[in-house]
Each structure stands twice: as C-alpha cells, then as structure tokens.
C-alpha cells in the first residue's frame, strides 16, 4: 500500500511538472504591425503608471496597474477614462510589467466587463521610444487605414492578392522586427479604394508609394 501511495505521489509530480512546463511556454504572440494593435484594439492612451496590486484570483493572480491617463486615441465609446489597467501577473500567461512612476506608456488593450485588459501580446511600448511617424499614427493615420490588411511576408516570394492589402516585409530584413515599415509606415486607404504604404512626410499625394514597397 505505501509503494502504491509513492508511485501515485510520483506521477502527480511529474504531471504537475509537465503542466508548470506548458505553461512557462504558454505566451506565443504573432508578429504585428502597431498599426494593426491599434486597429484591433478596444481601448489606446497614453498614461503613467503610478502604481499597482496584485490580485488574488486564480492560480497566479492578476496584477492591476493604476495609472494617470495623459490622453485617449481611441475607445470613448467604450469608457471617458482609463484609472487601471489589468493584466496577468505571470509573463508565462503574457502579463506585461509596467514600470512604476517612469515612463509614460502607450497603452493598448480590450475591454470585458468594464475594465480594460492588456498583455505582451498588445503594442505598449514607453511613448518616448515610438519614431515621429508611429506617434502620428496612433493620433490619426492608424484610424484611417482600418479598413485596410496587413500581410505579412515571411517568405519570399510574397504578393497581395486584394486592393486592400498591403504587404508588410520587415520580416525579410537582417535588421530584424520591429523593421522600418513598422516605425515609419502606415497603411493607408486611397481615394480609388486602394491601400498603400504611406510615410507622411509631406502631403499624401506626393509620399504615398506602392504595395509592395519599401
């Protein structure tokens, strides 16, 4: 009986063990263009961390990030104002860290419930660290691109199958992700229907190029 007892107590070992494993190699997020993030998201603003609790609900809890809202992009139909941002408390389950009283974030998320969630899987990165053109995107270039596809190319060769693709390349290069249509190209749809790349250094005209560029 107290062979049976060890044997039973063994294999309960290596089942949890197996299942801890899974789970540290639970977080797989797909690449995407931030203009994608934001299309894709309920809620974006720009906000600092000021602090945060972890709470107790479920294996690993869930750690709630109370922050001071700077300005709101997108989601005012969902809520006026964002006071905490809820994510999972391990990485293994895509929680995201903030840091506390640092930086100020671009934040993107969804909402259930009433309460916005993010994780690693969003685009939140500290607003410093976007280029110019990504900044002007999350204020106004995204929004007009939603209606647009991004396709991303792994694998040469790559081709857009619909007017209303754009193919997104950054993949290919040495230079690796984030690439430069990713900090300095958005997506946008043309008066013809037609979606191409656009910089945005001047007027749209005169920067917009075509599908398959840069």
């Not at 197996?18 to 974006?44: G, M, W």
């Not at 809520?79 to 293994?92: C, G, K, L, W």
């Not at 193919?167 to 984030?178: E, I, K, N, Q, R």
Request: contains cysteine; glycine residues 8%.
């Amino acid at each position: 009986m107290q062979s049976l007892c060890h044997q039973l107590l063994s294999l309960l070992f290596v089942f949890s063990s197996l299942q801890l494993h899974q789970l540290t190699e639970a977080c797989s997020c797909a690449l995407s263009h931030p203009q994608d993030a934001y299309c894709n998201s309920d809620i974006v603003i720009r906000a600092k961390v000021v602090g945060k609790k972890l709470l107790k609900d479920g294996p690993f809890g869930t750690m709630r990030y109370t922050v001071k809202q700077m300005k709101m992009y997108k989601g005012f139909n969902k809520m006026q104002h964002v006071q905490h941002i809820y994510t999972d408390a391990s990485e293994s389950l895509c929680g995201v860290k903030f840091d506390i009283n640092k930086y100020q974030y671009l934040i993107t998320g969804r909402v259930f419930d009433g309460k916005v969630y993010t994780g690693l899987c969003n685009f939140n990165q500290p607003w410093e660290r976007l280029s110019l053109a990504q900044k002007k995107g999350i204020n106004h270039r995204y929004q007009l691109g939603c209606n647009c596809r991004i396709k991303p190319c792994h694998y040469l060769p790559c081709f857009v199958t619909s007017k209303n693709e754009c193919l997104w390349t950054d993949m290919l290069s040495h230079f690796g992700y984030p690439g430069y249509q990713s900090r300095h190209y958005a997506c946008i749809q043309q008066k013809e229907g037609y979606c191409s790349w656009y910089r945005g250094m001047a007027g749209r005209d005169k920067t917009t190029i075509n599908s398959t560029d840069p």
